[in-house]
């Protein structure tokens, strides 16, 4: 005997459609880095336009920015980092994942976090904070300089530990200023 099919709930349908055409939104968007960021670039204009007219919601800007230095860290460290293999190949004899030494073979950079989701998590992050500047329960008074100095702190703070990891452990997240090699052999 077959059973009846439950109903289809409407807003399930419609979730389900919503997701797919958000999908390939971002499935289209993906070869356009520049227009990409362009669009984040709009936003992050969009939002500190709007903090700075309505002289508010300062508590929701430094979470936006505390936010943002966890994924700018999260995009210029290495997916498998050299200083927790270095304690595993103290333990056991194995290979880390970047060379240490010019003569160990070349592995390339890995990101923890893609650009792709870099990018979109920023943009993400700056609509939500959009939309939470339109609602006053949002607006916490806050002395904000001492924020802004507490952000800066912890921005130099953060970005000097990640310079020295990155300095020790021999990396660059980026591609600019990198020998690049032709195939013939010779350096371009």
């Known amino acids: ?7 289809v709930n409407v807003a399930t349908k419609y979730w389900v459609q919503v997701t797919r055409r958000y999908q390939k939104l971002l499935d289209d968007v993906t070869p356009y880095t520049e227009g990409r960021w362009a669009f984040t670039a709009l936003c992050m204009v969009i939002y500190f336009l709007r903090v700075f007219l309505v002289q508010g919601w300062y508590i929701v800007t430094y979470a936006l920015g505390i ?3 966890n994924l700018l860290l999260g995009f210029l460290s290495p997916k498998f980092d050299p200083a927790l293999e270095e304690l595993d190949n103290d333990e056991e004899d194995g290979q880390s994942s970047l060379p240490l030494k010019n003569d160990e073979e ?3 950079f ?3 976090l893609a650009e792709f989701k870099f990018w979109h998590a920023a943009t993400r992050a700056f609509i939500i904070a959009f939309f939470c500047t339109l609602f006053s329960i949002f607006d916490i008074p806050v002395f904000w300089p001492i924020l802004l100095m507490y952000f800066i702190v912890l921005f130099t703070v953060t970005m000097r530990r990640q310079i020295r990891h990155m300095i020790r452990y021999r990396y660059l997240p980026w591609n600019f200023g990198k020998k ?3 195939i013939g052999g010779g350096k371009k």
């Open 1 to 7: 005997m077959m059973e009846p099919e439950p109903p």
């Open 67 to 69: 936010y943002l230095l």
């Open 106 to 108: 070349f592995r390339p």
């Open 110 to 112: 890995v990101r923890r």
């Open 180 to 182: 690049r090699y032709s």
